[in-house]
């Protein structure tokens, strides 16, 4: 069973820095592509960032792009979110989501809440 | 960018009633679409993928149809614990639609 589960959520100032962990089990974390995946109060899921099995393909969604960083440890069963310049519109809960089929995402975690306010 | 366009926004409906949803897609999507559903304070879940495959353990009263730009989940008889919001999403970009509230009539 897909067991995913986020940690790394605060309270932040506008410009500041996290980093998000999604701590996987259940699966062989290594042979899947992951994702991180947003829902902003009162708006609908917004995709953030993905990274293939090896590392080796990484995307992001404009909206993030040069100021987030996405990474995995396959060792240790990780996947990272590094947030850095965070602005009041990052506010969200953040989900890590194992990807399936090149884009449906059959495992979620339960979130983890970044609030940007000063 | 291919846009995913949900309606109607909300859809109020009683128990037992079928509900239809539909995303619309910009451009072709071939059938390349998934349906999640989301209930407050809980993580999304994969209901259907490529369309019309329903994921693990998900109900037989849920079901996707469509190809192209044009998709429909069907829910044929709603269960109380069935009222939620749901998204459709695609291929390009990993790009969701706006949802679709299932309310309580």
């Known amino acids: 069973e897909v067991h995913l589960v986020e940690s790394g959520g605060a309270l932040v100032q506008p410009g500041g820095c996290l980093r998000l962990?999604?701590?996987?089990?259940?699966?062989?974390?290594?042979?899947?592509?992951m994702s991180w995946v947003r829902r902003a109060p009162g708006k609908g899921l917004e995709w953030v960032s993905y990274?293939?099995?090896?590392?080796?393909?990484?995307k992001y969604a404009d909206s993030v792009k040069g100021r987030f960083t996405i990474s995995r440890d396959n060792a240790k069963n990780t996947l990272y979110l590094q947030m850095n310049s965070l602005r009041d519109e990052d506010t969200a809960i953040y989900y890590c989501?194992?990807?399936?089929?090149?884009?449906?995402?059959?495992?979620w975690g339960q979130g983890t809440l970044v609030t940007v306010s000063s | 960018e291919i846009v995913l366009t949900q309606s109607p926004a909300t859809l109020s409906l009683s128990p037992g009633e079928r509900a239809t949803l539909s995303c619309r897609a910009s451009?072709?999507?071939?059938?390349?679409l998934a349906w999640y559903q989301q209930k407050p304070g809980q993580a999304p879940r994969l209901l259907i993928y490529?369309?019309?495959n329903r994921a693990t353990g998900i109900p037989a009263r849920f079901s996707g149809s469509g190809s192209g730009t044009d998709f429909t989940l069907t829910i044929s008889s709603l269960e109380p614990e069935d009222f939620a919001v749901y998204y459709c999403?695609?291929?390009?970009?990993?790009?969701f639609g706006q949802g679709t509230q299932l309310e309580i009539k």
């Open positions: 989501a194992r990807e399936r089929g090149g884009y449906y995402f059959d495992g």
């Open positions: 990274i293939g099995s090896a590392s080796g393909d990484i």
């Open positions: 451009q072709s999507v071939s059938n390349s």
């Open positions: 999403q695609q291929r390009s970009n990993w790009l």
């Open positions: 490529d369309a019309s």
């Open positions: 962990s999604c701590a996987a089990s259940g699966f062989t974390f290594s042979v899947y592509t």
